[in-house]
T-cell receptor, first 112, second 113 residues
Framework: EPEVTQTPSHQVTQMGQEVILRCVPISNHLYFYWYRQILGQKVEFLVSFYNNEISEKSEIFDDQFSVERPDGSNFTLKIRSTKLEDSAMYFC??????????FGSGTRLTVV | QKEVEQDPGPLSVPEGAIVSLNCTYSNSAFQYFMWYRQYSRKGPELLMYTYSSGNKEDGRFTAQVDKSSKYISLFIRDSQPSDSATYLCAMSSGTSGTYKYIFGTGTRLKVLA
């Protein structure tokens, strides 16, 4: 069964450093997403990406965040200057049509 | 009022029991209703998808949507210890073509052998 692949599985970074979280969505999918889940809290929407542009972003997705789909297969989330409160599980998801997302297994980001 | 409300549990049941999980919501624009299963420190896995009102069955799982009451349910028949996980409801209005999901907080389920 096709999978969404995320790397790395765990990233530790110093506060103020830039991180790039990487995702390979399912190849024939058209909609791409990033969500995050702070430990013990609910899964929260960050950004959606369709037709090579951001289609919607949340209040969390401020100027420190950016997304790219550089080569038609990868989908990246960049956090420019990490803060302690950015520590969370970050999930990439993709979807072909409206019939439910497929999530990756996540990247656990720890900011120290 | 929260947009999506879900009892966090934990819910403990004996093996073989019928489990009922529920969510309520406030946004009448929601049309797409999903149930995900999440194991600890893993990504959510899609279990059931329903568009608009009605029932949907898949094996031991049945999803129900009652839009008039703004209430959705997931039933698990003949529950197994392997069903022990957190169950997340998610909803979307599907407008603007983004299909952004709003998740409930999740219900932790433990099925005892």
């Amino acid at each position: 069964e096709p999978e969404v692949t995320q790397t790395p599985s765990h990233q530790v970074t110093q506060m103020g450093q830039e991180v790039i979280l990487r995702c390979v969505p399912i190849s024939n999918h058209l909609y791409f997403y990033w969500y995050r889940q702070i430990l013990g809290q609910k899964v929260e929407f960050l950004v959606s990406f369709y037709n090579n542009e951001i289609s919607e972003k949340s209040e969390i997705f401020d100027d420190q965040f950016s997304v790219e789909r550089p080569d038609g297969s990868n989908f990246t989330l960049k956090i420019r200057s990490t803060k302690l409160e950015d520590s969370a599980m970050y999930f990439c998801a993709s979807m072909r049509d409206s019939y439910g997302y497929t999530f990756g297994s996540g990247t656990r980001l720890t900011v120290v | 009022q929260k947009e999506v409300e879900q009892d966090p549990g934990p819910l403990s049941v004996p093996e073989g029991a019928i489990v009922s999980l529920n969510c309520t919501y406030s946004n009448s624009a929601f049309q797409y209703f999903m149930w995900y299963r999440q194991y600890s420190r893993k990504g959510p896995e899609l279990l059931m998808y329903t568009y608009s009102s009605g029932n949907k069955e898949d094996g031991r799982f049945t999803a129900q949507v009652d839009k008039s009451s703004k209430y959705i349910s997931l039933f698990i028949r003949d529950s197994q210890p392997s069903d022990s996980a957190t169950y997340l409801c998610a909803m979307s209005s599907g407008t603007s073509g983004t299909y952004k999901y709003i998740f409930g907080t999740g219900t932790r389920l433990k099925v005892l052998a």
